[in-house]
């Protein structure tokens, strides 16, 4: 999915999206912050659309997606690896 010239790592890309979502800086994407992010995108995407999104990002069950499983997660899909 990445440019393969580009200058930027997948895992910095997500690195970089990651912090544009935690808008609050406490290391972890809440429910919040992500619906605030795709409603920003103008996704339409319900609330139990995001649930759906947050369920399957948070590999820890732990309510909200940390730096750990967002970055890994959209490195895979950035690499064209999901």
Known sequence: MLDEDADESAEEVAEAIFDMMD????????MHEIKSAFEN?????TDDDVAEIVSRMDADDSGEVDR???VKLITQILEGNL
């Open 68 to 70: 750990e499983e967002f």
């Open 41 to 45: 995108l103008h996704t339409g995407l």
């Open 23 to 30: 808008t609050d800086g406490s290391g972890n994407l809440t």
